[in-house]
């Protein structure tokens, strides 16, 4: 189980790096979402947009700790 991740002589937590890719995922999975018009379907745009990203989060985060 990775802890720490040590980059250029800094050590950082696992989750900081997956947090950046997950960030990247997140702004492509709502470029796609924007394309094919999903805000109308969903009753808060801004609360579906952060259960987006936090699930993108989660599922790398538990890819790495699994």
Known sequence: ???EIVLFG???PTLLPIFG?????????????????LDR???H??????ALFVCVFALLGLEVYQ
């Open 1 to 3: 189980m990775p802890v």
């Open 10 to 12: 800094a050590v950082l």
């Open 21 to 37: 890719l997950s960030v990247i995922l997140y702004l492509i999975v709502d470029k796609w979402a924007g394309c094919w018009d």
């Open 41 to 43: 379907w969903v009753w």
């Open 45 to 50: 745009p801004a609360l579906f947009r952060l």
